[in-house]
T-cell receptor, first 112, second 114 residues
Framework: QKEVEQDPGPLSVPEGAIVSLNCTYS??????FMWYRQYSRKGPELLMY????GNKEDGRFTAQVDKSSKYISLFIRDSQPSDSATYLC????????????FGTGTRLKVLA | EAGVVQSPRYKIIEKKQPVAFWCNPI?????LYWYLQNLGQGPELLIR????????DSQLPKDRFSAERLKGVDSTLKIQPAELGDSAVYLC????????????FGPGTRLTVT
């Protein structure tokens, strides 16, 4: 079993839909949780990160962490065709632990 | 502010040949990472530097891979000799000591070994 599991998709949604992307993990030591967006033939771009449990909002993006369930989510509101990309979750342990474990990524297609 | 710079962007070599990748991190970022990304997979850490010191190279195949960051700024990753299975994207990333969760990636070098 991988430490971080992520559905590879593809996930196709109509423009304007709310998108929900998810990752599950097995290592209870993970404390920091990141979401990256990766366009084809580009490097990953950090969207947002959260520490421990809770929600964080940034514009159309909301990240949620449920440590009790070992489950994290990224919600995209009012999705746009420009949001079409692969979304990677990543996580690491607490202070002093700087090895990031990435999910495989979910490919998202927002249809105009 | 310039982002992480990598070169070359693409490289095609024959197996058993050597290859080198170069990375220049964001100015002031003391932590530098090299990752390998296979198609349809997430990045996997090869090596992490804190300044010029390699602090985590446990995933680096040391029989054929080597890396250096001599002055604690730019870095080179080398493969010698390359194998068919090394075909992948090699990503460099950097972060600062005060914002370790903000990791910034370069565009990557796409290596094809024939």
């Amino acid at each position: 079993q991988k430490e971080v599991e992520q559905d590879p998709g593809p996930l196709s949604v109509p423009e304007g839909a709310i998108v929900s992307l998810n990752c599950t993990y097995s290592n209870s030591a993970f404390q920091y949780f990141m979401w990256y967006r990766q366009y084809s033939r580009k490097g990953p771009e950090l969207l947002m990160y959260t520490y421990s449990s809770g929600n964080k909002e940034d514009g159309r993006f909301t990240a949620q962490v449920d440590k009790s369930s070992k489950y994290i989510s990224l919600f995209i509101r009012d999705s746009q065709p420009s949001d079409s990309a692969t979304y990677l979750c990543a996580m690491r342990g607490g202070s002093g632990t700087y090895k990031y474990i990435f999910g495989t990524g979910t490919r998202l297609k927002v249809l105009a | 502010e310039a982002g992480v710079v990598q070169s070359p962007r693409y490289k095609i070599i024959e197996k058993k040949q050597p290859v080198a990748f170069w990375c220049n991190p964001i100015s002031g970022h003391n932590t530098l990472y090299w990752y390998l990304q296979n198609l349809g997979q997430g990045p996997e850490l090869l090596i992490r530097y804190e300044n010029e010191e390699a602090v985590d190279d446990s995933q680096l195949p040391k029989d054929r891979f080597s890396a250096e960051r001599l002055k604690g700024v730019d870095s080179t990753l080398k493969i010698q000799p390359a194998e068919l299975g090394d075909s992948a994207v090699y990503l460099c990333a950097s972060s600062s000591r005060t914002a370790r969760s903000e990791q910034y990636f370069g565009p990557g070098t796409r290596l094809t070994v024939t």
